[in-house]
């Protein structure tokens, strides 16, 4: 069965999501969506990654919104639209250690690291 969900999509639902790669390999999952307080838009997406894919062990990755494609064509299943290199050189932060203070600088590097421009609302 087809999930291309359609917009708005819930938090939970992405997070009870599988997260895969396009060449079908299982990442991990949505654990959180980071939003930027100032602006109201979605700072990053908080991916999990799962024990087994790439020896990353449950490393946290940050990602930018875009780097995720909704319209997957398995029920139950986010994908990511990033290859596998990229996400294994990434920068990540453990569970119990998630970036704190101001993160303008972090939510900057995390688009830059994977292509992604950073849309920023005005702020009046």
Same mark, same amino acid.
């Given at each position: 069965?087809?999930?291309?969900?359609? &917009?708005?999509?819930?938090?939970?639902?992405?997070?009870?999501?599988?997260?895969?790669? @396009?060449?079908?390999?299982?990442?991990?999952?949505?654990? *959180? @969506?980071?939003?930027?307080?100032?602006?109201?838009?979605?700072?990053?997406?908080?991916?999990?990654?799962?024990?087994? &894919?790439?020896?990353?062990?449950?490393?946290?990755?940050?990602?930018?919104?875009?780097?995720?494609?909704?319209?997957?064509?398995?029920?139950?299943? $986010?994908?990511?639209?990033?290859?596998?290199?990229?996400?294994?050189?990434?920068?990540? &932060?453990?569970?119990? *250690?998630?970036? @704190?203070?101001?993160?303008?600088?972090? $939510?900057?590097?995390?688009?830059?690291?994977?292509?992604?421009?950073?849309?920023?609302?005005?702020?009046?």
């Amino acid at each position: 069965m087809n999930t291309q969900y359609h &917009f708005p999509i819930s938090s939970s639902t992405a997070a009870n999501c599988t997260v895969k790669t @396009i060449s079908d390999e299982v990442v991990g999952s949505i654990k *959180d @969506i980071m939003l930027d307080t100032e602006t109201g838009e979605i700072a990053y997406v908080v991916l999990a990654v799962d024990t087994g &894919f790439l020896n990353l062990g449950n490393k946290l990755l940050a990602l930018p919104w875009g780097a995720f494609d909704f319209h997957s064509h398995q029920r139950g299943v $986010i994908l990511v639209k990033i290859n596998k290199e990229k996400l294994e050189n990434a920068p990540g &932060f453990d569970k119990d *250690d998630w970036p @704190i203070g101001p993160q303008h600088q972090f $939510i900057n590097d995390v688009h830059t690291y994977y292509g992604f421009d950073r849309r920023r609302a005005l702020i009046e």
